[in-house]
Structure formats: structure tokens, C-alpha cells
């Protein structure tokens, strides 16, 4: 069975962070209905709820709905899998775009590089579409990488599972008074 690595990044001013979360799509998929039917019970507006559910982003859910993101964090919880994250300390410069790009590719690759398995990875796609296919051709060519693509994270549930994992590590790094990194298993920095 080849499993599957959801890619997503994160910054603040001090730190770069990608992130794959690797685990089986099935698996995510069913953890996923699970949480959205926890979600479907808050007691909110047909707006507030259809804005939601129309993609559960990690700034929606550390500023106003922590309660389900603990929730959401629990239901990945029932699964088998690991994280593994890479971290670029920016001591205080602004990235530039093509610093950036490079620095995603090389930490990206360090988290394939870990991995002695087969597997598929999906990263969040970018809306520059030639560094999308940048990292499809870089990272495509790695032994252990079967398939490469960027989705949108409204059509791929691991995609928004690491977008939450995303903002936890960032915050657990940062020492943020929030931060629910304590929920995670299988985590490794590499």
C-alpha cells in the first residue's frame, strides 16, 4: 500500500515551517467525515456555517473555533500516521519569492528524504503555477516518490489536516500561549 504525503507551509517572522502529514487517503477521508459531523452539530448561522465548511483553514480555526480544532486534531488522532516537518529560521529578513521557493524545494526534500517507502505526495497548490510545476519536476524525480500533484485543500482532506498540523507546530515553536502541538503523535523535525 502506498500511502499518501499532504504538504502544506507555514511563516511568521521568524520561521518557515513545511510540513507533510503521511498517512493512508482513506484513512483521512474517514477521519474527516467524522470531524465534519462534529462541526455540523455548532449551533451557527446557515452563513457562518456554509463559510466553514467551505474550506476549514487553521486561521478560522485557532481565532474562533479552537473547540474544533482540538476536535479535528482527535479524529486524525484514530488514524495511524507521522508528521514530519522542516523549519527555516529567518532571523528577522523577508523571504523573497525566489529564496522562498528555493528554500521550500530543499526543505521538502528533506522530508521525502526520511521517508525509505514508496509514497504519493500532494502539496497545497501555489497560484504561481510554474513553481507548482518547478516542485513536480524537482521533487518527482526522488526514488521513493510514485506521484506528484498540487490540489486545492477543498478537495483533499489530508490537505487540510496539515494545514491545522501547520499553524499547532508554528505556534508550539513560536511558544504561542496557544497552541495545540500537545495533541500530535508521530511528530519528527528533520
Do not use: W
Request: aromatic content about 12%.
Amino acid at each position: 500500500m502506498v500511502r499518501t504525503l499532504y504538504v502544506d507551509e507555514t511563516e511568521n517572522e521568524d520561521y518557515f515551517i513545511v510540513c507533510g502529514l503521511l498517512i493512508d487517503p482513506i484513512q483521512a477521508e474517514k477521519a474527516f467525515k467524522i470531524f465534519k459531523k462534529k462541526a455540523n452539530h455548532l449551533p451557527l448561522s446557515g452563513k457562518k456555517k456554509s463559510e466553514l465548511f467551505i474550506e476549514f483553514k487553521s486561521i478560522m480555526l485557532d481565532r474562533s473555533y479552537q473547540k474544533l480544532k482540538i476536535a479535528m486534531l482527535e479524529c486524525l488522532n484514530r488514524c495511524e500516521y507521522k508528521i514530519v516537518y522542516s523549519i527555516f529560521e529567518k532571523r528577522g529578513t523577508i523571504l523573497k519569492q525566489a529564496k522562498k521557493e528555493s528554500v521550500y524545494i530543499d526543505m521538502l526534500d528533506k522530508i521525502i528524504d526520511y521517508f525509505d517507502d514508496d509514497i504519493s505526495v500532494i502539496f497545497d497548490r501555489f497560484k504561481k503555477t510554474d513553481f507548482d510545476k518547478n516542485i513536480v519536476i524537482k521533487i518527482g524525480n526522488k526514488n521513493n516518490v510514485i506521484s506528484i500533484e498540487s490540489k486545492d485543500s477543498r478537495s483533499e482532506y489530508g490537505l487540510v489536516f496539515v494545514d491545522n498540523i501547520c499553524s499547532s507546530i508554528r505556534m508550539h515553536i513560536s511558544k504561542a500561549n496557544s497552541t495545540f502541538y500537545y495533541l500530535l503523535f508521530n511528530v519528527k523535525e528533520v
